[in-house]
């Protein structure tokens, strides 16, 4: 039998992000240590996972599984693959499906809680076991006097740092790399160059560190496997991908950069590294004879995804960007599309009693309040919500526009925000998210929902049921939106 080894995000890019490797040499670690023999490892691409032809191949499945980074066209793995799912990040309901069918019903290991979710909601069976970029890593000795490293954090951090920490750090590039044209010609040799890249930063961290301050998941990750202390500060907002490092040591949103530890902190997490090969070796001995040890597995698993719950009690606020920005386009085209009421289920409010509140006032919420606003038209009070101070109190479709402060005066039992802009990392939704979560105590999912899950909950409502969604009736009700402009603060 032979076995795939995953070179991640290396088709048709020019550049490579070195993080990657991380997962990549925790499961090399984990053959090594299984003892197969290299003859018998295939180095595989995500697209290979989808259209290799061969003998059958068992194949390790880690990072992140989204359609938008594969050849999904047949919408199920190659006949020749035995995938096995050992950590995987999905928040994509189209490859959740796929992984549905592909693990066929066996446990699926998740890089985090926020995928476990998406995959059970998918029907898989799956456990929140952590990222295997913990694993390949010995734990080193402290050095007390070493260099202070830095890596791809947002520019206001510095403000916050202490003076003995601003003075002696010394900066290092982002893991983004561009491969040398001659080295370029197949993945095998991209692959290559990213490894050593990649092996050369990590041997110098760890000879040279005492403390590493990033945004980076697989730097930081590594780094707490060899006990160098690590202070991890989001470039903007928290988002699920950080649920695997905050098992760990806090990490910091950017409005929590005055609240950082900045004092040296070693970690061990042996234990945890071991719990996490035992779980990887299980789940590959047992892929094709599994009926056996299915419910001992299924116990092992139960218990490392209990232990990965983060050991920092904080809200992980959850986004979703599973097949990039909506455009006004996107959305006014869902008026095609039948109408059935699942919002109703997503809010799990009566929207009679609900004061509902559009946040951001731009043209994402104009064109989705334009083919929705009869649903909206139920609740017991409606108004849109911005930062901008300069269009306070102002009108848009007949509701005015309110500033944030004005939440204070509503019982969040009863609210419903949507907040309407995109931006994944950093961007207008990240920090209206950490806005609302952080100055208001409201919580996603619970309070306030982003417009980008609400769309791609209904595609994945399609994807399961085969049924359409809600929206509004297609024609938009041009005498209320033209009435709506005749107030006379009304916005131009």
């Known amino acids: 039998m032979k076995f795939g080894k995953l070179m991640l995000g290396l088709a048709n890019q020019g550049s490579v992000n070195s993080g990657d490797y991380a997962m990549v040499k925790g499961m090399e670690y984990c053959f090594k240590k299984m003892n197969i023999p290299n003859n018998d490892i295939i180095p595989l691409t995500n697209n290979d996972l989808f259209s290799y032809k061969g003998e059958y191949v068992i194949v390790p499945i880690f990072g992140v599984m989204d359609t938008r980074l594969t050849d999904y066209k047949y919408l199920k793995f190659s006949a020749s693959i035995i995938p096995v799912f050992v950590s995987v990040f999905c928040t994509d309901p189209k490859m959740a499906l796929i992984i549905k069918d592909a693990s066929r019903g066996m446990p699926v290991g998740c890089r985090d809680e926020e995928s476990t979710r998406v995959l059970r909601d998918a029907g898989c069976n799956a456990y929140t076991v952590g990222c295997i970029s913990i694993l390949g890593f010995e734990k080193r000795t402290v050095i007390e006097l070493g260099k202070i490293f830095v890596c791809d954090i947002h520019e206001s951090l510095y403000e916050y740092m202490p003076q003995n920490v601003k003075n002696n750090f010394t900066l290092l590039e982002p893991p983004f790399v561009e491969v040398p044209k001659e080295s370029s010609n197949t993945n095998v040799e ?77 970690i061990d997490i042996e234990k945890e590294k071991s719990e996490l090969y035992e779980i990887v070796k299980q789940l590959i001995e047992n892929t094709i004879e599994f009926s056996g040890q299915e419910i001992s597995l299924n116990k092992a698993m139960t218990e490392l995804d209990g232990k990965n719950r983060p050991i920092t009690p904080s809200y992980h606020e959850k986004f979703h960007d599973h097949l990039g920005y909506l455009t006004p386009e996107c959305i006014t085209a869902l008026s095609d599309i039948p109408k059935i009421d699942w919002l109703r289920s997503i809010f799990k409010k009566d929207i009679s009693k609900c004061n509902v509140i559009f946040y951001g006032a731009g043209q994402q919420g104009y064109h989705f309040y334009s083919i ?70 409201l919580h996603h999912n619970v309070h306030y929902f982003l417009l980008e899950y609400l769309m791609y909950t209904a595609l994945q409502i399609i994807l399961n049921d085969s049924m359409g969604f809600f929206v509004a009736e297609s024609n938009i009700d041009e005498s209320f939106a033209l009435s709506s402009r005749k107030k006379s603060n009304s916005l131009p």
Not at 373 to 401: A, E, R, T, V, W
Request: aromatic share 12%; net charge positive.
């Open 190 to 266: 991209k692959f290559q160059f990213r490894s050593e890249f990649f092996n050369k930063r990590i041997q110098m961290i760890s000879k040279e560190t005492s403390l590493l301050i990033t945004s980076r998941v697989h730097l930081a990750l590594p780094s707490i496997s060899m006990g160098i202390p690590v202070i991890v500060a989001a470039k903007g907002r928290k988002d699920e991908r950080f649920t695997c490092v905050e098992r760990f040591v806090p990490v910091y949103s950017r409005r929590q950069y005055k609240h950082i530890d900045w004092s040296l902190k070693t």
């Open 372 to 441: 929705a606003f009869k649903y909206f038209k139920k609740c017991k009070s409606f108004c849109f919500m911005d930062n901008d101070s300069s269009i306070h109190d102002k009108y848009l479709f007949g509701h005015p526009i309110k500033a944030p402060a004005y939440l204070k005066q509503l019982d969040p039992d009863n609210l419903i925000i949507i907040i309407t802009p995109n931006g994944y990392s950093g961007g207008a939704a990240s920090e209206i998210a950490s806005q609302l979560s952080e100055c208001y105590n």
